[in-house]
């Protein structure tokens, strides 16, 4: 860990390890904060960031699986999963052609918009409004990988809309 820690310059780690649905290692490593020269504890919480795409990607498939959704099902406009619910796509946008698979993927067409509108404190449903409104298409869908994670925040609206349940209640579910 602490090698590990050098390598990627980690200030601060927090391992659990579990077997057989039990806790049975717990450790800190390193600063929670450096400037406080405070100590990671067992106790101390850390942002999960991009791992929570894994459980998203999941849980879509598991809705795939299923025969609730199907990947090239379109997510916005009049024939989208998700409708008009964060408000119509512009006229000429080519927003509603974007899939399921596209968000998946990163080829929505889209470039990461999230830190800009992340500085604006927006609930889920206002930052898809937003983004949906106010950010053109850097491509048509399906052509390049551009990362966005609003995408897999737009994949968690699918799936609370298709399963009925909060995103929480359904990747505990799955």
Known sequence: IKNLMSKWDLPGV???????????????YGFADKVRNSIVS???????????????????????????????????GPSGILGNDYG????????????????????????D????????????????????ANYPLSIDPGHSYNYFSVGYIILGRIIEKISGQTYEDYIKSV
């Open 14 to 28: 927090s391992i659990a390890i579990t077997k057989d649905e039990r806790l049975v290692y717990t450790r800190g």
């Open 42 to 76: 067992i106790d101390n919480l850390f942002r999960i960031a991009s791992i929570s795409k894994t459980f998203t990607a999941t849980a879509i498939l598991k809705l795939v699986e299923e025969g609730k959704i199907s990947l090239d099902q379109t997510v916005f």
């Open 88 to 111: 119509a796509t512009p006229d000429g946008s080519k927003k509603e052609l974007i899939t399921i698979l596209h968000l998946l993927n990163h080829k929505s067409g889209w470039v």
């Open 113 to 132: 918009y999230l830190q800009t509108a992340e500085n604006k404190n927006m609930s889920h449903t206002e930052l898809i409004s937003y983004v949906l």
